[in-house]
């Protein structure tokens, strides 16, 4: 997913300028190269601060951390947390090199739905999202796998 999330934002900033869009699907989906300074979905974007890129640098960084932590002690019956956890650890890694290399993220995905548009994202912010919600649903439903070589009673 990284590699993914990488080529995607490569070939968006090869082909379509900064702040251009590309109609895909009239009033429905545009690609829009833009570059956020914030975090999801924009938010923080408007705030000017002087370190503000090495600040997320280092939460993304300590995010990562923890959620390679969080894998490691999780339990491997638990399928569904396990690929939330490597979703959420593709889209911050993604992000963070955006952040590294620019000292902002590319978003390019745009989409409007009965006059509301929402905030551009990229396939990193797709994955820590649908990750996120693999682990929600993991905690309301109990979706642990039996473990193979406990007896059945």
């Known amino acids: 997913m990284i590699v993914l999330d990488q080529y995607t934002k490569f070939m968006v900033t090869l082909h379509i300028p900064l ?5 895909v699907v009239e009033g ?5 190269h833009i570059r956020n300074s914030g975090v999801a ?3 923080f974007a408007d ?4 370190y503000k890129a090495l600040m997320f640098i280092t939460i993304s960084t ?14 491997k019956s638990k399928k569904l947390v396990q690929m939330g956890l490597i979703l959420i650890f593709s889209g911050a890694i993604g992000n963070l090199i ?3 290399l620019h000292g902002e993220v590319i978003d390019f995905v745009d989409f409007v739905f009965k006059g509301y548009h929402f905030p551009a994202f990229n396939i990193a912010d797709s ?3 649908i990750g996120v919600s693999l682990m929600v649903i993991d905690l309301f439903f109990d ?3 039996p473990d193979s070589n406990s007896e059945i009673v």
């Open 47 to 50: 705030q000017q601060y002087e």
């Open 19 to 23: 702040n251009y869009s590309v109609q």
């Open 62 to 75: 300590i995010a990562i951390m923890a959620i390679l932590v969080i894998f490691h002690q999780n339990p």
């Open 143 to 145: 979706t642990t796998e």
């Open 127 to 129: 994955c820590i999202t």
């Open 41 to 43: 979905f924009g938010l």
């Open 28 to 32: 429905f989906f545009n690609l829009t």
């Open 98 to 100: 955006d952040r590294t």
